[in-house]
């Protein structure tokens, strides 16, 4: 079972737009694999909440997650809280934290839904990844596979994907392309669903 974690961060992404409509958990579906694919919470307090809500639709055996941009930070919160449901953790285009330009944008963005000054800090604040210290990175034991921004942006640093890469053990890196739902990634969508086949396969 894999269970897909979209993007976002108050601005309304969901996983019909960010896994459906690019055509990767139908696809998926059609190799004969059972996804899950839940609308992450819309004004969440802080990442252990997305990572609750996210525990809440699994069942109780482990699954693979593969998550993508700021899904990873509540992707990585699940694993640390329930490990013994995540038995592989794929993280594609993974946001950079600590961004003056990006952050700003999403701070703004949080305060438009409503968020409180203590919830953007809880949301905005980490180290290599949003919510999650370097030291709790270097804590997960399940095997992990970081996808990269292939061509990078400033939300999707490669700075991002050496760290993850430096301090995830036994962490391995997976062919990158353009994230969902950006145009230019349709051209990577089979090479992308190879990549997770694969990786859930293990």
Do not use: K, Y
């Not at 992707?75 to 700003?104: C, K, S, Y």
């Not at 949301?123 to 370097?134: E, K």
């Amino acid at each position: 079972m894999i269970l897909l974690v979209h993007g976002g961060l108050g601005d309304g992404m969901n996983a019909d737009r960010f896994w459906t409509l690019p055509g990767i958990s139908p696809a998926l579906r059609e190799e004969g694999f059972r996804v899950l694919a839940p609308d992450r919470p819309r004004r969440p307090p802080h990442w252990a909440a997305e990572a609750e809500h996210l525990a809440a639709v699994l069942p109780r055996h482990p699954v693979t997650v593969v998550a993508g941009s700021n899904g990873c930070s509540a992707a990585v919160r699940l694993a640390l809280a329930f490990p013994h449901l995540v038995e592989g953790l794929l993280l594609a285009w993974p946001a950079t934290a600590g961004d003056a330009a990006v952050d700003f944008r999403a701070r703004a963005d949080l305060a438009s839904l409503g968020a409180s000054d203590q919830d953007i800090r809880a949301l905005l604040d980490g180290q290599t990844l949003r919510g999650v210290t370097d030291d709790e990175l270097a804590g997960l034991a399940m095997q992990t596979g970081v996808l990269p921004s292939n061509p990078g942006n400033r939300a999707h640093q490669r700075r991002t994907v050496d760290a993850l890469l430096r301090l995830v053990p036994d962490s391995e890196e997976l062919p990158g392309c353009p994230e969902p739902p950006d145009p230019g990634f349709a051209a990577h969508l089979d090479r992308f669903l190879a990549t997770i086949t694969e990786f859930a396969g293990r």
